[in-house]
Each structure stands twice: as C-alpha cells, then as structure tokens.
C-alpha cells in the first residue's frame, strides 16, 4: 500500500506543472494564436520566482527557513512574482504574433531560445547569484509532511494530503478557475470564438485583438507559474532548464483536446507513466520482475499510442488555431 | 562628412585590432561542455588557473569554444594561441582528439589535459576500438585521477557511520564515472569487513543514468529508492545531483553523497562528497611548468600519463565530518585510512569490469550484495 501511495504522490509531482502549463496553453490557443513559448516563459517565470525566493531566504534566519507554515508564504511570493514575469515575457509572443502577424511557431521558438540565454546572462551579471547561473533555494520546508486532520483521511489523505506541496492544491484551484472562466463566463465564450472564427466575432463586436492579448497573457501567467512549481517540486536550484516540460505541456494540452478537464486526466495520465517509467526499481513488486530497463522506458510512449488509437475523436482544435487575423477575409 | 566615415571606420578597426594585440594571455583554459562555473570541472581547473596566474602575476584567460566538437575545440586552442597563449589547458576526456592534433601543431605550447591522454581512436557503430593511436608528446601533461580511491573513501565513510542500505547512480559509464562507483563497491565491502558485518549484509543499488542533467525522472528514481529503504545515495552524475537531493530532502532521514567537488553548499543533506582536488593538481602542475626547482616535478612529467592519488593529495573527502548523521565516521578513523590509501596497504582495483561479470565476482565480494539496474 505504501508503494501506492509513493507512486501516486510522485505522479502529482509531475501532474501538477503539466496541468498548470497545459492549461495555459489552452487560454492561448482557444484564441487563436500557437503557443510552443511556453517551454521558454516556464523558464523565464521560474527564474524570477526563485530569484525573489532566494532573496528573501538570504535575509531569514535559521528558524524561519525551517518552519514550514511560514516557508508557504515565502512559495506563494515566488509564484505570484514567476506568474507576472511569464506574463509579461509572453506580451512578446503576443506583440510579434498579433500585432507584427509574424508566423507563431517562429516567433515562439525565438522565445524559447532567448529565455534560457537571457536568465543566464542576467544570473551572470549579478552578484546577488555570486555570478553563477544557478540560483539556490532551501525548499525543504516547502514541503508539507502531513496536513492537519484532513492527512487522517482514508487513502484520500495519504495522497493528497500528505507530502504535498502546498502547489498541488494551487494547482486543482487554478483548474477549477479555467474550467469555469472558459465555458461559464462571457469572456470565455468570446475568447473561444475568436480562436474558432475570429471575423464572426468580431461582427458581434467583440475586439479580436483584445481577446488575443488577453489570451495570450494568461498564458504566460500559467505557464511562468507551472515552471516555477516544476523546479521548486522536483529540484534544489533553478539551473536554465526545464528539462522539455514546457513541449510535454503541449502534448497534454493535445492529447486533452483543447479542454479543461481532459487536461487534467491527461496530465495524470502522463504523470503516472512518467512515474512508472523511473520509479520502477526502487518498488520491490516491479524490481523483481526482472524487465529489462527498456521496457518501462517504453510505457510512456506504447500507453500514449494505445490510449489515442482508441480513444481518438476528430480531435480538432480550434478553427483558426495559428491563423493571421485578417479582419477582411470573410 | 560622408567621405570620412570609411576612413573613421577603418582607423577604429585597426586600432581596435592593434588594442587586442596588445594584450597577450599566457596561460589559457578551455572550458568541457558546461560553464566556467558549473561547481564542478571547469570551475575546479579555473580555480587553479585563476590561483596561481594571480600569485605569480601570469595572465590568464578562458575560452568558450562554440560547440562540443573536436573541430570547435581546435579552433578555440588556435585562438587562445594566437592570442599569446603559452600553457593550455584543457578539462575532460573530450579533448583527447583535439590535443592530439594540436601536439603536433604547436610544439612549443605546453598542454594539460585533465581526465585524457591524447588519442585519435576511431569506433565502429557499436562502439568498438577499430582503429588509431594513443600518443603523448613531450609537450602534454596528461592528468587522471585516483577516483576509484575517492569513490572508495566514499563506501568507506558511508558503512562505517552505520548505513547499511546504499545507491549509487552515475551519469553515464565512462571510465571516470565507472572508476567512482567500482571504487564505492569496494569501499563498503572493505568498512563491512573492518566492522565484522554478517555476509550479503550492505545492499547497494547501481544504475547509470544515460545523463548529466537534473531532471524530475531523476528525482523520481532516487525517491524510489529512498522509499525502498536506501539511506544514502552516491550521485557521480555532475548537476543531476541536485534532483537526488531534492529525493532525499523531501524523506527524513535519507542522505546523499557528493561528487568531484564539495557539495555540501547545494543541501544538508550531503554528508560529503568524493572529490578530486583540480585546482590543486593543476596549480601544481602549472607550477612544474613554470619554475624548474618545482617541488612537485617528481610528480608531473610530461609525456606520460599520471595517475594523482591519495599520495599526492589528489583526491580525497572534504575535511567537514560533522555531517554524518550517526556521528560514528570521525576525522580519525578518516586520517587512517587514508593514510592506509597513501601507503598502498588497502589495494582498490580500478580494472574495468566486463559486463558478463558480476559485482560479487569481479570484486570478491562477501559482505556487499549489488543489485544492478541496467
């Protein structure tokens, strides 16, 4: 049962950032406008996040950095501050793309190689990080061993409640957030029209270029947010990588069809093969078994085609996904 | 106006030109793949350079080369020469086919070459010697750890405090990395001995990783393994020790072993790490190079191939031993055994262990139990 529990806990570590990133993809691209940046403002957000950690964690003492009530605020800073720089990084993507009708795919792939190169460049020129690329964090109490009465829950609590970041819940918020904004709210039916057909949208008056934007920046917000609590769960420093979580995102975002909770589901999905594939060895039921390491390598990949040959809809994603707003064109 | 702007253009490139002339680096580095600050090789060889360059007043200077290939590399050792480079120096077995070029190219260059002996092999598909020459001109120093009696050390300290539940992950199965672990092996097997362990009684955990970056599958494997019952893990794997930490720091109770340089910065929970001493070994090696008198000339000869070990002081554990958590591994019995290391009373085999070969076999092993994970 205790393996149940590891594996499962460990596949939230992976979900979680997937979910969060894969969502904000999916405000972008209901849009109308490709977002394969988000690998590059993962990065960026979660260079300032941890940047703004390290900071106040440089001027906390001993007692404060090992207590874990007050290590959460600290964790929340760091996200607000890793949202508003992916947010703000992606008002390039949004300018290039919306308002210069660049290609996307390009202009997000110069995203992708500017963000690394520029954390870098401003990690060196500072003292603050000592001049290194690396920026140290103590998160070790930003983990939460056991939450209050709700860890006493039955199953439910071992793997909800118990070890869990306090991003984890952040996580389920913000996918409740998306789901109700996207289908519930006026915003989010004008948002998807403009991605499905943006001149009749804007013969029902509604601004294609604002609904753009404002996409676009959600995305950013997300995605700065998933990066950061992607190096904040599963590292000690942020080093310049995200290791192609940000393209894992998309093909979640992919696999979930553009849609909220099927994003959520593929997330796990990913997560919990993800998981098998690493953490084999160490769970004696699997280690015994004697499989050749290529085997669990392969289950993420075998799992994926499986699951899409079966389950494959039309799987269409938005109508004008990638398309030039051209208000002329009718 | 307009008739000028060539003629101001061109007299600021020659003087631009002349400038850099003017500043000539006698002792340059090129960094291995990673940065100049990567707290490991190439910052540990800069930390050298940097060291005896400042107190001898010799300038000095490290090159980027634009890719890891050979070709680059070349073109990076071309560049430092011809900006006055006189000794360079090279971290990493990669550069063994490029210093074996540049030899010959530049006689009158001293080269030291860390972790390499220059060599123009050439494999098949699967990875088999097929052809060329290992070479070491009188002009190369070429510099190998001890790391097995490091990684040694290491298994030592880790049963002798009372661990009795270990891992290993390296990054990838070149001989440095392979030396780390096979050192590990037999270090545990020779504390086990030392405290009269019952046979099969230390098990350990050993996998290569296919990698030198952090990333959350290494996370997940380490935490695998923590909850499995490993208590500590020995990472040789460069940065992907941070993920590994990350594992331990999220159990209590679970600790890790450094690698190439002391880590203790990065997590408490690092109770020490198998280092090798690079900005020692190369401030002595630029030392032999520069002053004929040397104390260590006897050590550093050009043209061959050198082994730094614990005689020299090449290896080793940082001199922290507080961080051992059963406080049973001291500065003492540390000293012993090194100095057992520096006599050669405890041999520690660095032979490449066939694949076909178990661990129990190649080794003897009685009281240490491996369980590879391919």
Redesign the interface.
């Given at each position: 049962m205790?393996?149940l529990y590891?594996l499962l806990q460990?596949t939230l570590?992976?979900a979680i950032p997937l979910l969060i990133v894969a969502l904000g993809g999916m405000f972008s691209e209901r849009s109308g406008i490709v977002n394969i940046a988000l690998e590059g403002i993962m990065l960026f957000g979660a260079f300032f996040g941890l940047l703004m950690v390290k900071y106040i964690q440089d001027m906390q003492g001993k007692e404060v950095l090992d207590n874990v009530s007050r290590q959460q605020l600290v964790l929340i800073v760091g996200l607000i501050i890793a949202s508003l720089a992916g947010g703000i990084f992606s008002l390039l993507h949004a300018y290039a793309s919306i308002n210069m009708k660049a290609n996307q795919v390009i202009s997000g792939t110069a995203l992708n190689l500017f963000a690394p190169a520029l954390s870098?460049f401003i990690a060196?020129s500072i003292p603050f990080t000592?001049?290194?690329?690396?920026v140290?964090f103590r998160?070790?109490a930003f983990?939460i061993k056991k939450v209050p009465v709700l860890g006493d829950i039955p199953f439910l609590g071992n793997i909800l409640f118990q070890?869990v970041f306090i991003t984890t819940f952040i996580g389920f918020l913000i996918l409740i957030l998306c789901y109700i904004i996207i289908y519930k709210t006026k915003f989010g039916l004008r948002l998807r029209a403009c991605g499905e057909h943006p001149q009749a949208a804007a013969s029902a008056g509604v601004s294609v270029m604002k609904m753009r934007y404002l996409g676009v920046i959600i995305s950013g917000v997300l995605a700065g947010c998933g990066g950061y609590v992607?190096i904040v769960?599963?590292?000690?420093?942020y080093?310049a990588?995200v290791?192609g979580?940000g393209f894992l995102a998309l093909a979640v975002l992919i696999f979930g069809e553009w849609k909220p909770v099927r994003i959520f589901f593929a997330s796990l999905f990913f997560g919990l093969m993800?998981?098998l594939?690493?953490?084999?060895?160490?769970?004696?039921f699997l280690?015994n078994l004697k499989l050749?390491?290529e085997f669990y390598r392969m289950i993420p990949f075998v799992a994926t085609l499986i699951v899409l040959s079966v389950s494959a809809h039309k799987g269409e994603g938005p109508r004008a996904l990638g398309e030039i707003y051209d208000p002329g064109k009718r | 106006m307009k008739r000028l702007l060539p003629l101001i253009a061109l007299t600021f490139t020659i003087l631009i030109t002349l400038g850099c002339r003017a500043q000539k680096y006698e002792i340059a580095m090129i960094t291995d793949v990673g940065t100049i600050d990567d707290k490991s090789f190439n910052q540990g060889t800069w930390e050298g350079v940097q060291r005896y360059g400042k107190e001898h007043n010799i300038s000095h200077k490290y090159y980027k080369p634009q890719s890891k290939s050979t070709e680059d590399y070349i073109k990076t050792i071309d560049l430092a020469v011809k900006g006055g480079a006189k000794v360079v120096v090279t971290p990493g077995y990669l550069f063994e086919p490029a210093i074996y070029v540049v030899q010959d190219k530049y006689p009158d260059v001293k080269f030291i070459l860390i972790d390499g002996a220059p060599n123009n092999f050439t494999y098949d598909e699967s990875g088999n010697l097929v052809g060329g020459e290992e070479r070491i001109e009188d002009n190369v120093y070429s510099l190998f750890y001890a790391e097995e009696q490091s990684g040694f050390l290491a298994g030592y300290a880790a049963v002798k405090d009372g661990f009795r539940n270990l891992g290993f992950m390296g990054g990838m199965a070149v001989p440095a990395v392979v030396r780390f672990g096979h050192g590990f092996v037999q270090g545990a097997e020779y504390a086990a001995k030392e405290l009269g362990l019952d046979n099969g009684a230390i098990t350990l955990k050993y996998h290569y990783l296919g990698n030198f970056e952090p990333t959350p599958e290494t996370q997940t494997m380490a935490a695998s393994w923590y909850a499995g019952g490993v208590e500590a893990i020995f990472v040789a794997a460069g940065g992907a020790g941070s993920s590994v930490m990350k594992a331990a720091e999220a159990t209590e109770n679970k600790y890790v072993i450094g690698v190439d340089v002391d880590q203790s910065g990065e997590s408490d929970t690092v109770i020490t790490s198998a280092i090798k001493m690079l900005a020692t070994s190369v401030y002595q090696c630029l030392d032999v190079i520069y002053n004929d008198d040397s104390q260590y000339k006897n050590v550093y000869k050009a043209g061959q191939k050198m082994t730094l070990d614990a005689s020299i002081d090449g290896v080793g554990l940082p001199s922290d031993f507080s961080r051992f958590p059963n406080k049973q591994f001291t500065k003492q019995q540390y000293d012993t055994i090194f100095m057992k290391l520096k006599d050669k009373e405890v041999p520690v085999s660095k032979d490449m262990k066939p694949d076909n070969v178990t661990f129990e076999e190649f080794f003897n092993l009685e009281k240490v139990q491996v369980t590879v994970i391919s």
């Amino acid at each position: 049962m205790d393996n149940l529990y590891f594996l499962l806990q460990q596949t939230l570590y992976f979900a979680i950032p997937l979910l969060i990133v894969a969502l904000g993809g999916m405000f972008s691209e209901r849009s109308g406008i490709v977002n394969i940046a988000l690998e590059g403002i993962m990065l960026f957000g979660a260079f300032f996040g941890l940047l703004m950690v390290k900071y106040i964690q440089d001027m906390q003492g001993k007692e404060v950095l090992d207590n874990v009530s007050r290590q959460q605020l600290v964790l929340i800073v760091g996200l607000i501050i890793a949202s508003l720089a992916g947010g703000i990084f992606s008002l390039l993507h949004a300018y290039a793309s919306i308002n210069m009708k660049a290609n996307q795919v390009i202009s997000g792939t110069a995203l992708n190689l500017f963000a690394p190169a520029l954390s870098i460049f401003i990690a060196r020129s500072i003292p603050f990080t000592n001049y290194t690329q690396q920026v140290n964090f103590r998160g070790k109490a930003f983990l939460i061993k056991k939450v209050p009465v709700l860890g006493d829950i039955p199953f439910l609590g071992n793997i909800l409640f118990q070890q869990v970041f306090i991003t984890t819940f952040i996580g389920f918020l913000i996918l409740i957030l998306c789901y109700i904004i996207i289908y519930k709210t006026k915003f989010g039916l004008r948002l998807r029209a403009c991605g499905e057909h943006p001149q009749a949208a804007a013969s029902a008056g509604v601004s294609v270029m604002k609904m753009r934007y404002l996409g676009v920046i959600i995305s950013g917000v997300l995605a700065g947010c998933g990066g950061y609590v992607f190096i904040v769960t599963t590292s000690t420093q942020y080093n310049a990588t995200v290791s192609g979580y940000g393209f894992l995102a998309l093909a979640v975002l992919i696999f979930g069809e553009w849609k909220p909770v099927r994003i959520f589901f593929a997330s796990l999905f990913f997560g919990l093969m993800k998981t098998l594939a690493s953490a084999y060895s160490g769970i004696p039921f699997l280690a015994n078994l004697k499989l050749p390491s290529e085997f669990y390598r392969m289950i993420p990949f075998v799992a994926t085609l499986i699951v899409l040959s079966v389950s494959a809809h039309k799987g269409e994603g938005p109508r004008a996904l990638g398309e030039i707003y051209d208000p002329g064109k009718r | 106006m307009k008739r000028l702007l060539p003629l101001i253009a061109l007299t600021f490139t020659i003087l631009i030109t002349l400038g850099c002339r003017a500043q000539k680096y006698e002792i340059a580095m090129i960094t291995d793949v990673g940065t100049i600050d990567d707290k490991s090789f190439n910052q540990g060889t800069w930390e050298g350079v940097q060291r005896y360059g400042k107190e001898h007043n010799i300038s000095h200077k490290y090159y980027k080369p634009q890719s890891k290939s050979t070709e680059d590399y070349i073109k990076t050792i071309d560049l430092a020469v011809k900006g006055g480079a006189k000794v360079v120096v090279t971290p990493g077995y990669l550069f063994e086919p490029a210093i074996y070029v540049v030899q010959d190219k530049y006689p009158d260059v001293k080269f030291i070459l860390i972790d390499g002996a220059p060599n123009n092999f050439t494999y098949d598909e699967s990875g088999n010697l097929v052809g060329g020459e290992e070479r070491i001109e009188d002009n190369v120093y070429s510099l190998f750890y001890a790391e097995e009696q490091s990684g040694f050390l290491a298994g030592y300290a880790a049963v002798k405090d009372g661990f009795r539940n270990l891992g290993f992950m390296g990054g990838m199965a070149v001989p440095a990395v392979v030396r780390f672990g096979h050192g590990f092996v037999q270090g545990a097997e020779y504390a086990a001995k030392e405290l009269g362990l019952d046979n099969g009684a230390i098990t350990l955990k050993y996998h290569y990783l296919g990698n030198f970056e952090p990333t959350p599958e290494t996370q997940t494997m380490a935490a695998s393994w923590y909850a499995g019952g490993v208590e500590a893990i020995f990472v040789a794997a460069g940065g992907a020790g941070s993920s590994v930490m990350k594992a331990a720091e999220a159990t209590e109770n679970k600790y890790v072993i450094g690698v190439d340089v002391d880590q203790s910065g990065e997590s408490d929970t690092v109770i020490t790490s198998a280092i090798k001493m690079l900005a020692t070994s190369v401030y002595q090696c630029l030392d032999v190079i520069y002053n004929d008198d040397s104390q260590y000339k006897n050590v550093y000869k050009a043209g061959q191939k050198m082994t730094l070990d614990a005689s020299i002081d090449g290896v080793g554990l940082p001199s922290d031993f507080s961080r051992f958590p059963n406080k049973q591994f001291t500065k003492q019995q540390y000293d012993t055994i090194f100095m057992k290391l520096k006599d050669k009373e405890v041999p520690v085999s660095k032979d490449m262990k066939p694949d076909n070969v178990t661990f129990e076999e190649f080794f003897n092993l009685e009281k240490v139990q491996v369980t590879v994970i391919s």
